[in-house]
């Protein structure tokens, strides 16, 4: 490698990931040059990490977010801001033959065909942020020879709590997430697993695996972040101890690797022992929801993304119950006709119109 600094954007610096991210830079402050930080509110944070980074410049709101996808003076952008506005953004990153560090689920729930097609047409690497899809990263050397993914999910809090505690479940309970500290919707969605339904459909698009080649285990230590089964039998999985700094830090650092944030090193004797089980789909009917609505392709994804998002939120605010998440998406996606192959702006379309019948049905 050259001693030339990797020029960085990130959107959504004021997050969970973005706050992270600027921890790992801090750390390797002369492999970096921070071309621009994007907030989508928080000015003060945005504020404070523009005069203690001192990037080329600084934004807040979402119209910044397609200027910095436009400037080819990066050499990756992290797409870390959560929700839909990540995906245009994203999409005008590739179109310029910027690298993406991709934490933002929503670009390949909502538009994987498309993302996936238009990066391979610019040659722009989309490397996964997100722990499990990072270990499989990491785990792949060439994917025509692997045969199966297998992603652990921790299961979340409820793993060996009853249906009957989900539904009596405050938002409080639900927000204790055993092993992660991470934002709210996404850790509602562990507590559902929806977020592993989620995660099977981003690897579906990422690594090109189709859904039958993709399974769930449950792994409630959260050392194992995934694994890979390769034509042969052969069994290849990431480990490390449970701390997003390490996949944030390989996705920006691709393909070289620094000692960066390290807490402590790994030690097989202190973890002792690794448990492993077969998710119970029953319990947790989002992770089946999210196969079935990855296999029909298309929209359905779409769909089911906006009706979750929306009856998360109606949870959040104490409107309904943790398990009619899954009642109410599962409810919406029933009814919604699948359109095959939609555009960028049928899907935003679908995406609204899916928002406003979920709210209704809501009520
Ligand atoms: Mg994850």
């Known amino acids: 490698m050259t001693n030339e600094k990797i020029k960085i954007s990130i959107l959504g610096s004021t997050g969970s990931i973005g706050r992270q991210a600027l921890e790992v830079i801090e750390k390797l402050n002369d492999k970096f040059e921070i071309i621009a930080?994007?907030?989508?509110?928080?000015?003060?944070?945005?504020?404070?990490?523009?005069?203690?980074?001192?990037?080329?410049?600084?934004?807040?709101?979402?119209?910044?977010?397609?200027?910095?996808?436009?400037d080819k003076e990066n050499d990756i952008i992290l797409v870390a801001v959560s929700g839909k506005v990540g995906l245009r953004p994203t999409l005008t990153a590739i179109e310029n033959g910027i690298n993406i560090a991709l934490a933002n689920k929503e670009t390949l729930v909502m538009a994987g065909d498309i993302v996936m097609q238009k990066a391979k047409e610019t040659g722009v690497k989309i490397i996964p942020v997100d722990s499990e899809h990072c270990a499989i990263?990491?785990?792949?050397?060439?994917?025509?020879?692997?045969?199966?993914?297998?992603i652990t999910a921790s299961?979340?809090?409820?793993?060996?709590?009853?249906?009957?505690?989900?539904?009596?479940?405050?938002?409080?309970?639900?927000?204790?997430?055993?092993?992660?500290?991470?934002?709210?919707?996404?850790?509602?969605?562990?507590?559902?697993?929806?977020?592993?339904?989620?995660?099977?459909?981003?690897?579906h698009h990422l690594f090109g695996m189709d859904y039958d080649n993709i399974e769930v285990v449950i792994h409630p230590q959260s050392i194992v972040h995934s694994a890979i089964e390769y034509k042969d039998g052969s069994v290849v999985a990431q480990l490390g101890l449970p701390s997003m700094h390490i996949p944030i830090q390989y996705a920006i650092t691709y393909p070289e690797r620094f000692e960066g944030i390290k807490s402590k090193s790994f030690s097989f004797a202190d973890i002792a022992r690794l448990d492993f089980e077969k998710p119970d789909f029953d319990k947790f009917p989002s992770v089946k929801l999210a196969y079935d609505c990855g296999r029909l392709g298309g929209s359905a994804t779409v769909c089911m993304n906006a009706a979750n998002e929306e009856s998360v939120f109606a949870f959040l605010h104490g409107k309904i119950n943790l398990y009619d998440i899954y009642r109410i998406t599962s409810k919406i996606t029933e009814n919604h006709r699948v359109i095959k192959s939609p555009s960028i702006d049928e899907i935003f379309a679908i995406d609204e119109e899916i928002r406003i019948k979920t709210r209704e049905l809501i009520g």
């Not at 930080?37 to 910044?64: D, H, I, M, W």
């Not at 479940?169 to 997430?177: D, P």
């Not at 055993?178 to 977020?195: E, H, Q, V, Y």
Request: charge should be positive.
């Open 137 to 150: 990263h990491q785990c792949i050397k060439d994917i025509s020879q692997v045969e199966r993914l297998i």
């Open 155 to 203: 299961g979340g809090p409820f793993l060996h709590k009853s249906v009957e505690e989900m539904k009596q479940s405050t938002v409080e309970q639900a927000l204790a997430h055993p092993r992660w500290n991470m934002g709210k919707k996404i850790t509602i969605d562990s507590a559902t697993l929806m977020n592993k339904g989620l995660e099977v459909i981003e690897a």
């Open 37 to 70: 930080l994007a907030a989508g509110s928080n000015v003060e944070l945005l504020q404070q990490q523009t005069q203690k980074f001192k990037p080329r410049y600084s934004l807040l709101g979402q119209e910044g977010l397609e200027r910095i996808c436009s």
